[in-house]
């Protein structure tokens, strides 16, 4: 099996001789998606480049315990997802830390560029994730992880019969609402704006008589005890009064900003700014793959980000073997 090609040419008559290597897969990203393709691509002996970025191991080292991981009733995000990366560096993955500046998807090899460097390659996974919109109010950051949420399907367990407060009224806010009246049926929705969006399904979760909604409503602030939440004050937008609403936990409904804007220009995005990939993980271009959250095909799930990237792995192999590439 052939490794990163030396590429030599020689310009005209001179002398001059340079040489690039072309790697088979670069993975652009640090997260769960990024570490489970360099598993797979590693374990095909295709010696993955892994670009991690600024923040390796991505949203995981923000998540606490992992309740939902199929197999482990209880791990630590930051355990979980560092093993992962373990394993692709045994398998013989090179990660480096750097973060991916600029690419050009237009020749091949494709071209990435980073902060320090430039890299070739046959084939691009992208696995740059997301992050979820934040309130940007005092408080939020102080009580990020204690009390304040996400993702009802990942800690909504951690409020059972207790008072929560869930702010959004669009797709994210009501397919959570609808997660978190399994744990509980103290709810209050605060929503941002003068009337509920959504399929009607969703809204309906709103009608549920242990549901009350405050529209029109803004978040001031995350109050708490110094250790954890206990309320949240929000204005009336119309009549300007606040308002102090108990809560032990906050949940944060108001959707994801995938971390795609790198590729625009190069790629298809969908109205949500995810790269739009069918089949999981097939972009437009040949060679190119796109997995976990800054992908149209997330569910902003670790289990899922990981299959995915695992998926676009398998499929840049494919891709190398079928073009003659190995
Ligand atoms: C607080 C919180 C709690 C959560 N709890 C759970 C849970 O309990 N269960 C669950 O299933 N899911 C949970 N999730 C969701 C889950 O963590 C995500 O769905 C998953 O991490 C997505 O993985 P990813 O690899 O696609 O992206 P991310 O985890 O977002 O990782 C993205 C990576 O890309 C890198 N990157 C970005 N830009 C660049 C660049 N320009 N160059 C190079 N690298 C770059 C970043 O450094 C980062 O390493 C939680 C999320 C949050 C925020």
């Known amino acids: 099996m052939q490794f990163n090609k030396l590429i030599v040419i020689f310009l005209g008559l001179s002398s001059q001789i340079y040489g690039e290597t072309i790697h088979n897969v670069i993975i652009i990203g640090g ?4 570490y489970s393709a360099a598993v797979c691509t590693a374990n095909g002996k295709l010696t993955p480049l892994v670009i991690e970025g600024s923040s390796p191991g991505g949203q995981p080292l923000k998540a ?5 991981w199929p197999g482990m009733p209880n791990i630590n995000g930051a355990e979980l997802v560092g093993n992962i990366q373990e394993h692709a560096k045994k398998l013989g993955a090179q990660i ?5 500046t600029r ?8 071209v990435v560029y980073t902060k320090k460097e430039k890299f070739l390659a046959h084939t691009i996974i992208i ?8 309130l ?7 009580y990020f992880g204690k009390g304040i949420i996400v993702c009802a399907q990942c800690d909504g367990y951690l409020f059972e019969n207790q008072p929560v407060v869930i702010v959004g009224g669009g797709y994210s806010a009501l397919r959570e609402l609808g997660l978190m009246l399994k744990h509980t049926q103290q709810i209050m929705l605060i929503n ?4 509920l969006s959504g399929p009607q399904f969703l809204i309906n979760y709103a009608n549920d008589p242990h549901v009350k909604v405050l529209h029109n409503t803004s978040v001031k602030q995350v109050i708490g005890d110094g250790e954890r939440v ?3 004050e929000v204005v009336d937008k119309e009549t300007n009064v606040t308002q102090k609403i108990n809560a032990n936990g906050i949940l944060i409904g108001l959707g994801w900003r995938p971390n795609g804007t790198l590729f625009k220009g190069q790629l298809t995005f969908n109205d949500k700014g995810e790269i739009l990939v069918t089949n999981n993980v097939f972009t437009k271009e040949l060679g190119i793959f796109a997995a976990g959250d800054v992908a149209s095909s997330t569910k902003h799930q670790l289990f899922i980000a990981a299959g995915r990237g695992y998926e676009a792995g398998m499929a840049a192999e494919k891709y190398l073997v079928e073009q003659g590439l190995i």
Do not use: H, L, M
Not at 96 to 100: A, H, K
Not at 136 to 142: A, D, I, T, V
Not at 192 to 195: I, L, W
């Open 127 to 134: 696995a740059t994730g997301s992050e979820p919109v934040k």
């Open 192 to 195: 941002p704006d003068k009337a």
């Open 31 to 34: 997260g769960p998606a990024a």
């Open 64 to 68: 606490g315990d992992i309740k939902n």
């Open 230 to 232: 206990t309320a949240i």
């Open 136 to 142: 940007n109010c005092p408080g939020e950051k102080k």
């Open 103 to 110: 690419v050009d998807f237009k020749q091949k090899p494709y």
């Open 96 to 100: 480096i830390e750097d973060t991916v």
